[in-house]
Nanobody, 126 residues
Framework: QVHLVESVGGSVQAGDSLKLTCTTR????????MAWFRQVPGKERTYLAS???????NYRDSIKGRFTLSKDIRTSTLFLQMNNLTPEDTGKYYC????????????????????WGQGTQVTVSS
């Protein structure tokens, strides 16, 4: 059974940095894609970034240059380094995974992603 667990987020000030971790268990696929999403109350989850089975990384335009996705290949642990945070970055952050065939295109669509973590809250104050 696939199990994804995000690290505890937290409350920070604008301009601060925060790193999220997603640990995984039960993923026995040879190839898979992983992604980070963010959700604010009353809205669907918004795609932020993904890494595909070739280790290519894609970012949503609005976070380019501030957020960095990385992955520990050995443990399939996913990270999201977030710098220069703003109040608009406030939300619940979710880790997601889907087995091959997958792509940045499929990972960017919430309805096509098969497995999710429980989410972690990040609050940025001005």
């Amino acid at each position: 059974q696939v199990h994804l667990v995000e690290s505890v987020g937290g409350s920070v000030q604008a301009g601060d940095s925060l790193k999220l971790t997603c640990t995984t268990r039960g993923m026995h696929w040879g190839y898979f894609c992983m992604a980070w999403f963010r959700q604010v109350p009353g809205k669907e989850r918004t795609y932020l970034a993904s890494i595909d089975d070739r280790r290519d990384i894609n970012y949503r335009d609005s976070i380019k240059g501030r957020f960095t996705l990385s992955k520990d290949i050995r443990t399939s642990t996913l990270f999201l380094q977030m710098n220069n945070l703003t109040p608009e970055d406030t939300g619940k952050y979710y880790c997601a995974v889907d087995p091959y065939p997958c792509s940045h295109g499929t990972m960017a669509q919430e309805s096509l992603v098969g497995f999710w973590g429980q989410g972690t809250q990040v609050t940025v104050s001005s």
